[in-house]
């Protein structure tokens, strides 16, 4: 299932926003600066997904799509991070301790 960490969610709507708000008015300049970001968004989003209990293939599944969605400069990724954190704070809540 792809749900995401909802700190994951909230960090990938944020960066790819920013990056999307940076290419907009750069005309697409900035592409490169947007790819550099979108890796380090994936790393981040690795570690994070790692941390919230995913193994290491669905954390990096995870990481690579998001990495891949917010280089991609159109505003994608919310459409993306917005319902897996969703579905990440419905385990959380329904998941038994």
Known sequence: MFRL??????????ADLMV???DTFSLETLLPLGVGIAAVLGFIVYKI???AGDD???ALIKAMSIGL???IPVP?????????G??????SITRKH
């Open 49 to 51: 997904q790692r941390k």
């Open 20 to 22: 999307f708000g940076v």
């Open 56 to 58: 290491h293939d669905f």
């Open 5 to 14: 960490n909802i700190r994951a969610a909230i960090l990938t709507v944020l």
């Open 86 to 91: 969703l579905l990440g704070i419905v385990h």
């Open 69 to 71: 969605l917010t280089a």
């Open 76 to 84: 994608l990724t919310p459409l993306v991070a917005v319902p897996g």
